[in-house]
């Protein structure tokens, strides 16, 4: 006499659980003084304050690679002279 095994489907016998909702981009913030400023104006204007702390980087960034450039350009001009 052979037995039939019993199915258990795990869909049947998960525990229902109460879905707790997350929220991933708040409008507050944790911080005080100038970081809690900074942070809220990140959060509520997000491109103009993202352009506005990049923009000095890319500035900094442009003088660099012209300083870099001056060396190569003089250079140039020079072996350019003489030939």
């Known amino acids: ?3 039939k095994k019993k199915v258990i489907f795990l869909r049947d016998h998960r525990e229902k659980k109460k879905k707790i909702r997350v929220d991933t981009d708040p ?3 944790k ?3 100038l970081a809690g400023l900074y942070e809220l104006a990140l959060r509520r ?3 103009v304050v993202y352009l506005l702390t990049i923009l000095p980087l890319y500035f900094l960034g442009s003088i660099f690679l012209g300083a870099s450039l001056v060396p190569g350009i003089y250079l140039y ?3 350019s002279y003489i030939v």
Do not use: A, N
Request: charged share 25%.
């Open 1 to 3: 006499m052979t037995r």
């Open 31 to 33: 911080h005080r003084g």
């Open 27 to 29: 409008q507050t913030t």
């Open 45 to 47: 204007f997000k491109t």
């Open 77 to 79: 001009r020079f072996v």
